[in-house]
């Protein structure tokens, strides 16, 4: 059951993906609570797709939501959003929160291709995400920071995003990031050094994803409307960054990145039902 108070709602997501004799994905366990629902899964190019929705209007102040999901030996999983996740202006002060885990085992190989993160102007939330990789592990992990609701006037005007990542592969540490977006500091110039209304993009790549690192193809991105650059990290663990100047250029990057990699992987991209 959810956790509910007055003015709080508290929701979580526990999902396993495992493979059947044949090879073929399913969903082993799962159990979620409002305000996290899941879609009924189907399987497309070898992998398990899975739209995960939140049926409320988005995250208001207080509230929280866990998601722990593993995916099992050999499986392939393929996570996405029909929609926008959005946190709304905080009355309290107090931020929402999205904790997040996962763990992809033996030869697994997870997708993670969420549609952008819309803060609203007044907004305050924490976000932390850890994921844990075997060292025969694939990743394919996106994140799409909007600066808000730019067609309202709203760029770069929520209180606070607090953002924290770790990824391992095996034991090691493989990324670590921890920080703080402020409009009040000096903390967005980074952001606006480039585009006034930027948006960001952010991807963890691992596994077959970088068995041969596109370098050309990615370079060939940046310029004009992209600022992009990416590189090595320890453990086999690539990343890929950009600023875009708005969320149509974005949107265009997102899918010639997630292209150029599926082409080198030697795997077909499973459709998500939706723009990619």
Request: glycine fraction near 10%; aromatic fraction near 10%.
């Amino acid at each position: 059951m959810p956790h509910i108070t007055n003015t709080t709602l508290g929701g979580h997501l526990h999902l396993e993906c495992s493979t059947r004799a044949d090879g073929t994905p399913y969903i082993s366990q799962q159990d979620f609570c409002v305000p996290i629902h899941i879609g009924k899964g189907h399987v497309d190019q070898g992998a398990m797709v899975l739209n995960l929705v939140n049926p409320t209007a988005g995250f208001f102040d207080g509230d929280r939501v866990d998601l722990d999901i593993t995916v099992r030996e050999g499986a392939r999983l393929c996570l996405s959003t029909p929609a926008a996740s959005r946190v709304y202006s905080s009355r309290s002060g107090k931020a929402a929160a999205n904790h997040q885990r996962f763990a992809v085992r033996e030869n697994g190989v997870l997708e993670w291709n969420p549609e952008p993160f819309i803060p609203h102007a007044g907004a305050s939330y924490h976000q932390s995400t850890a994921i844990h990789l075997h060292p025969s592990a694939s990743l394919l992990f996106f994140e799409w920071i909007s600066p808000g609701r730019v067609a309202m006037g709203e760029m770069f005007a929520y209180q606070k995003l607090r953002w924290e990542m770790d990824v391992y592969s095996g034991e090691l540490l493989a990324a670590r990031e921890r920080y703080d977006l402020d409009p009040s500091n000096h903390s967005l110039e980074s952001l606006r050094l480039r585009y006034p209304a930027a948006h960001y993009l952010s991807i963890f790549v691992a596994g077959k994803f970088v068995t041969q690192w596109p370098s050309e193809e990615l370079n060939a991105l940046h310029g004009g409307d992209v600022h992009l650059g990416h590189g090595a990290l320890e453990g086999g663990v690539y990343v890929i960054r950009a600023l875009c100047s708005h969320s149509i250029v974005t949107r265009r990057l997102f899918g010639a990145i997630r292209n150029i990699l599926y082409a080198n992987s030697g795997m077909k991209p499973p459709s998500l039902g939706r723009t990619p």
